[in-house]
């Protein structure tokens, strides 16, 4: 965002998922062009010579009984958002390996660099979900192993992946503002080995990783788990991110369905990031051994 007048609409919204992840995608059809998610809600900001009084009569789901969804409006001054942004963004680090860091930051020390401009895109490392799907991927050996970022965002993951020596890689996220964002911060961090698409897991057809990685919401997530499980190779690892600890009980279940058992979770105010194994024999037949794989 440029120098330029904005009107703000401050969501509060029951349930937080999927309304937001839904209000979301509507308001990106209304030339809404960027969203700060938080604990309650979601700010979402259009450009004032964009907006009009009636713009969110044809939101669908402001008039669904499901959700509970109010709004405050006001109108934002003029400022150089890009500078906002350049304020708030500080380094993140994980671990003792990790730091990701924004262009204008010094380089950093660590084993892992990783430079991210993330514009509109999820996967700053300063979400919860986000951090802890990278401190699983620091715990993992991927090195000479295929591995697939689903729901890619700024491309955090895949960059990580790839500079502990995985390949092949590939990227995808459905959102083709991630998609471009992915694109070029692979390249700002030298990794153009990895492969970025735009869609979603119809994309994976005949591929199959020895790493799945997806912090995605709850609901995307229990949909793709079966198509995850057929495209993990035997003995493969899925780490999963994006949902609550109540709802790792489902997502659990939905995964042992598949095959794949938990192994380990990590959990940060509330949120869940949890490691599951492939079996490493065919399902069927681990359950009638009735043991684990």
């Known amino acids: 965002m440029s120098d330029t007048s904005y009107i703000e609409y401050d969501f509060t919204i029951l349930p937080l998922q999927p309304g937001s992840d839904i209000l979301m995608a509507e308001l990106g059809e209304l030339e809404f062009e960027s969203f700060v998610e ?10 004032k010579e964009c907006w009009n009084p009636d713009i969110l009569k044809k939101v669908r789901i402001l008039h669904n009984p499901e959700f509970q969804i109010t709004f405050l409006i006001k109108e934002v001054e003029p400022r150089n958002w890009n ?33 991210i401009a993330p514009k509109m ?43 502990k020596g995985a390949s092949p890689i590939d990227a995808i996220d459905i959102d083709p503002w991630s998609y471009l964002n992915a694109k070029e911060n692979v390249s700002r961090n030298a990794q153009e080995h990895i492969r970025v698409f735009e ?23 229990l949909q793709d788990i079966p198509v995850y499980a057929r495209h993990l190779k035997p003995g493969g690892i899925l780490i999963l991110s994006g949902f609550y600890r109540d709802d790792l009980h489902f997502i659990s279940e939905k995964c042992a369905k598949n095959g794949l058992f938990l192994e380990e979770e990590l959990s940060q105010n509330n949120w869940i990031a949890a490691v599951f194994q492939l079996a490493k024999i065919s399902f069927s037949d681990k359950v009638s051994r009735g043991r684990h794989p």
């Not at 938080?38 to 259009?46: D, E, K, S």
């Not at 380094?91 to 990783?114: M, N, W, Y």
């Not at 295929?146 to 700024?154: A, F, I, K, P, R």
Request: net charge negative.
């Open 121 to 163: 895109s999820f996967g700053t490392g300063h979400h919860e979900t986000t951090q802890m799907m990278m401190q699983h991927l620091l715990n993992q050996d991927v090195a000479g192993r295929s591995v697939l970022d689903m729901g890619c965002g700024t491309g955090v993951l895949a960059i990580l992946a790839g500079m």
């Open 38 to 47: 938080g604990y309650t809600g979601v700010l979402a900001y259009i450009k």
């Open 83 to 115: 500078a906002t942004w350049e304020k708030d963004f500080t380094p993140i680090q994980v671990g003792s390996q990790c730091v990701v860091r924004a262009p204008f930051h010094p380089q950093t020390q660590v084993e892992f660099d990783i430079v």
């Open 199 to 221: 869609g979603d897991a119809t994309l994976l057809k005949n591929k199959s990783y020895d790493f799945i990685l997806a912090n995605i919401n709850r609901n995307i997530l």
